[in-house]
């Protein structure tokens, strides 16, 4: 089991950026896939993007492709989350989770999670 604590949010103006991390507890933390999504008020959860155990496989949502960088330093369990040039619809609060199967993009697959960071983009 393992229990994710995310943090690194706040309030950007549009153009900026933020690091969001995410601390995992465990000593697995490396044997799970790992995974970003949001979830904006009056909206479904979405998937923002995923790594493998490994680090040698990541998958973005088509929106945040060359924005946003996931990485994670297995030592450290720790999971991060660039987000670089930040839009007013990337506003939304923001969850880490975990997964012990194959690397997905479906928030179904993912077997536990954060309690989210709010991300408040201002135009």
């Known amino acids: 089991q393992v229990q994710l604590v995310e943090s690194g949010g706040g309030l950007v103006q549009a153009g900026g950026s933020l690091r969001l991390s995410c601390a995992a507890s465990g000593r697995t933390f490396s044997s799970y896939a790992m995974g970003w999504f949001r979830q904006a008020p009056g909206k479904e959860r979405e998937f923002v993007a995923a790594i493998s155990w490994s680090v040698r496989t990541t998958y973005y949502a088509a929106s945040m492709k060359g924005r946003f960088t996931i990485s994670r330093d297995n030592a450290k369990n720790t999971l991060y989350l660039q987000m670089n040039s930040l839009k007013p619809e990337d506003t939304a609060v923001y969850y880490c989770?975990?997964?012990?199967?194959?690397?997905?993009?479906?928030?179904?697959?993912?077997?536990?999670w954060g309690q989210g960071t709010q991300v408040t983009v201002s135009s």
């Open positions: 989770a975990a997964e012990t199967s194959t690397l997905s993009t479906v928030a179904d697959s993912y077997d536990y």
